[in-house]
Nanobody
Framework: QVQLVESGGGLVQAGGSLRLSCVAS????????MGWFRRAPGKEREFVAT????????YYGDSVKGRFTISRDNAKNTVYLQMSSLKPEDTAVYYC??????????????????????WGQGTQVTVSS
């Protein structure tokens, strides 16, 4: 069992930056792909970014490419999402997700929320205009 706890959300003005963190329990963090998804009010959950178990590959949703960066520190069991040039449409609850990984899947597979086994409780990000 893996438990995920997100932090770092808050209120920020458009154009600003935030860094989200997700700490995972357990000793097998380094074998998990870690993803970030978000859900805005009245919308379906949306893929944001994923990093494979080794950190060798990263994938991003089209709406965040070039503005968000995902990274991981396996020594700290932590995955990060650095968000820059934030827009009001980035307002959402951001969720961390995890599943065991071999780095062999396609980008579209990693972007599918049903392929993840563990989820955090979410952290709210609000971007004001």
């Amino acid at each position: 069992q893996v438990q995920l706890v997100e932090s770092g959300g808050g209120l920020v003005q458009a154009g600003g930056s935030l860094r989200l963190s997700c700490v995972a329990s357990g000793r097998t963090f380094s074998s998990y792909a870690m993803g970030w998804f978000r859900r805005a009010p009245g919308k379906e959950r949306e893929f944001v970014a994923t990093i494979t178990w080794s950190g060798g590959s990263t994938y991003y949703g089209d709406s965040v490419k070039g503005r968000f960066t995902i990274s991981r520190d396996n020594a700290k069991n932590t995955v990060y999402l650095q968000m820059s040039s934030l827009k009001p449409e980035d307002t959402a609850v951001y969720y961390c997700a995890a599943r065991q990984d071999r780095g062999l899947f396609t980008s579209s597979w990693y972007a599918t929320d049903s392929n993840y086994d563990y989820w955090g409780q979410g952290t709210q990000v609000t971007v004001s205009s």
